[in-house]
């Protein structure tokens, strides 16, 4: 549900680009890690709803996840985590370091050609 | 077509908000707690609970988000703290903003410790900073073992976690350790309380921490 106002925060900052940039959005990108569990769908549909009657109307939203991070202590390799397994992929250590999640960031928008 | 690059934080405005909180507090030396859970979880119980045991040595106040009602705060009422009931009408989580009005109509230059009882919801409050020096997350023994598997986030984001009702333990297949095991998996610095604010059982641990972290708080710098 919190997608609702993720979608709003978007709406908006899109809308002023678009004021900016005076061309209608097409698409936007935004990218954000594991832990700010984000329903590709969900937000899709609420921004759908938001954008209706505006320049927004029709666009498509792109979501890239990025994945949670951590450094292993014992070989000091960086990877992925996985959530049902921690594990080292290289020395099978679970002694870690979770890196900070990334924050859900707007990427880029594309607009169409005026 | 033409593509620009924003790379913009998409919550900056609740951001930014939750920093001057995160300032106002600070100034007045304010430990802020967030309690994340599912509804049902036991939040206000242990909270009248732990105020009632610990309003001797800790000036207390408290902000309760609810989608409706001002239920919980008459309940926190009762104890004598100050409190300030926000109803989301139906949003899922307090936002950062609702904080900041909230600390406006609290007596800040009063307190020790500030707690924020969030909108019953284990997924949603978890994305919003409201400006806390900690999340705390509570787990009930009825709910099961496999929350902590099943939504990661908050167990890996919060400092402390209460698993409560465990006056119920012999009721239920809630495996304790199982839940201790997977909430740390990706959260070694967790610091776990199994209690029941029924009983009061545990209790005493979790009142301890608190006033631990409040003196830590007030002697960093």
């Given at each position: 549900m919190h997608e609702t106002m993720i979608a709003e925060s978007i709406f908006t900052q899109i809308s002023e680009e678009a004021i900016k940039q005076d061309a209608k959005p097409v698409s936007a990108k935004i990218s954000c890690g594991k832990l700010n569990a984000l329903n590709e769908d969900v937000l899709g549909f609420a921004f759908t709803a938001i954008s209706k009657d505006t320049i927004c109307e029709g666009m498509k939203i792109l979501v890239e996840h990025k994945p949670l991070q951590a450094v292993c202590k014992d070989c000091d390799i960086k990877y992925d985590v996985d959530f049902l397994n921690i594990k080292c992929p290289n020395c099978q250590s679970e002694n870690m370091e979770l890196l900070p999640d990334s924050p859900l960031i707007l990427e880029e928008i594309e607009f169409e050609k005026e | 077509m033409k593509k620009i690059k924003i790379e913009k934080k998409i919550l900056s405005e609740n951001e930014k908000i939750s920093i001057q909180n995160s300032f106002t507090l600070a100034q007045r030396n304010i430990l802020c707690l967030n309690m994340i859970s599912s509804?049902?979880?036991?939040k206000t119980t242990i909270l009248a609970r732990t105020i009632n045991d610990i309003k001797d040595k800790v000036r207390v106040g408290v902000i309760e988000g609810d989608i409706q009602t001002d239920i919980d705060a008459q309940r926190i009422k009762e104890t004598g703290a100050p409190v300030i009931q926000i109803n989301t009408e139906g949003a899922c989580h307090l936002s950062a903003e609702q904080i900041s009005k909230g600390l406006q109509n609290l007596p800040i230059d009063n307190l020790d410790l500030l707690i924020i009882e969030n909108v019953g919801n284990l997924v949603c409050p978890t994305a919003f900073e409201l400006g806390e020096s900690g999340k705390v997350v509570v787990l009930s023994v009825a709910e099961g073992d496999d929350k902590p598997a099943k939504y990661p986030s908050i167990f890996a984001k919060a400092k402390a976690m209460i698993i409560n009702k465990i006056d119920l333990l012999e009721h239920v297949d809630f495996d304790l350790e199982k839940a201790k095991k997977d909430a740390t998996?990706?959260?070694?610095?967790l610091k776990i309380f199994p209690l029941s604010a029924r009983t009061g059982q545990g209790m005493e641990q979790w009142n301890n921490w608190i006033i631990e972290q409040i003196k830590k708080y007030q002697t960093q710098e």
């Open positions: - | 509804p049902g979880s036991g998996v990706l959260n070694k610095d």
